[in-house]
């Protein structure tokens, strides 16, 4: 066992774990002197390049966690959708109706993403956890309809408030290819998988929990590995959230860490919540900052450290290697 999957277990370990969201991209140099010479796609369809980028962050840092490198659209050009990023994911929008009309998940136009896996899986410490992901099928329905990201998503909160069987229909075809992306993940090497629902925050609580939750539900349960459940945004939810059934929840910056985990339950694990902002500071302000996030947690089993969203890309390694340090250097 590792740190981290000894800490979804709600088991002692002999320090907290941490592992940052985006930890393989922009921030560092080796990242960005690797991308000069291979485009964003390029580097996640190629399993070896993949593999580096997410081998970089731990090399420099000593994470407790190796999140693959891919990208939540991923799997969706394994459905056939044609998906560009510049720099964001640009693609056609699409009706519920085209949605739910997809074909199944092509699973060996994924099979990079299962070697990526294998190959990381092999190069990494024993205690270091290879963690793989998905995007949520809520947050894949947002991108699909829109066709691109969008600070409103109203396409998503309308058909979501519609209910039609349309919508019904879309979000079972994606929760269905979400588990087995991930199943195929967990048999690739992945030890725990997170689902990211970027964009279920913007609906309110009782879509998620009619909705939004079921479907991420479908997509995570029966998996032969940990959970964990991440929506930015969505602390207005957090006392229903626990239907999912994940193993670990991950929560924003926006409430302190110590009243989510008593309105999720401190008998499930939690991932987080430092403010990736935090970052930008300086090393004393970090230590101050990791000192009160231990402290809200004390004296209980099943905390990740993490932030509270990815990384910024102008977050100085020096902050970085002090964040890492304060928590290993609090136990």
């Known amino acids: 066992m590792t740190r981290v999957l ?4 709600l088991e002692p370990t002999d320090r907290r774990p941490v592992w940052v969201m985006r930890q393989a991209g ?10 000069s010479r291979h485009t964003f796609q390029e580097s996640i369809l190629d399993p070896k390049i993949a ?4 081998l970089q962050p731990i090399r420099r840092f000593g994470f407790d966690g190796a999140i693959m490198f891919a990208d939540i659209m991923t799997p969706l050009e394994a459905m056939g959708i044609d998906v560009v990023f510049d720099p964001g994911p640009k693609l056609r929008p699409m009706s519920l109706a085209e949605i739910a009309d997809l074909p199944d998940l092509d699973l060996d136009r994924v099979a990079h ?8 899986r092999g190069d990494v410490p024993d205690d270091v ?3 793989g992901f998905a995007g949520a099928p809520t947050t894949l329905l947002a991108y699909l309809l829109e066709g691109s990201g969008s600070k409103e998503y109203l396409p998503l909160r309308t058909a979501m408030h519609a209910g039609t069987p349309e919508l019904d229909a879309a979000l079972v075809k994606l929760s269905n290819a979400m588990h087995a992306y991930l199943t195929m993940q967990v048999d690739a090497g992945a030890q725990v998988v997170q689902l990211f629902d970027s ?4 609906l309110p609580r009782h879509l998620l929990e009619t909705l939004t939750f079921p479907a991420a539900s479908a997509a995570l349960t029966g998996l032969d590995a940990p959970t964990i459940y ?13 239907s999912i059934g994940a193993t670990g929840y991950g929560v924003d910056w926006r409430i302190p860490i110590d009243e989510a985990w008593v309105k999720l339950g401190t008998d499930v694990a939690i991932q987080g919540n430092l403010d990736p902002a935090i970052l930008l500071t300086d090393p004393d302000r970090i230590q101050a900052a990791v000192t009160d996030l231990l402290r809200r947690t004390a004296g209980r089993q099943g905390h990740v450290v993490n932030l509270g969203h990815g990384i910024d890309r102008h977050t100085p390694l020096e902050n970085v290697a002090a964040f890492v340090d304060a928590i290993k250097e609090a136990h």
């Open 6 to 9: 000894d800490t979804l277990a």
């Open 26 to 35: 922009r921030y560092l140099p080796e990242y960005r002197e690797l991308r």
């Open 51 to 54: 593999a580096e980028i997410t």
């Open 113 to 120: 993403v299962a070697e990526t896996l294998r190959l990381v």
């Open 129 to 131: 956890t290879v963690i």
């Open 199 to 202: 964009w279920a925050g913007i």
């Open 230 to 242: 991440f929506a930015p945004g969505a602390g207005h939810a957090l006392g229903s959230m626990r």
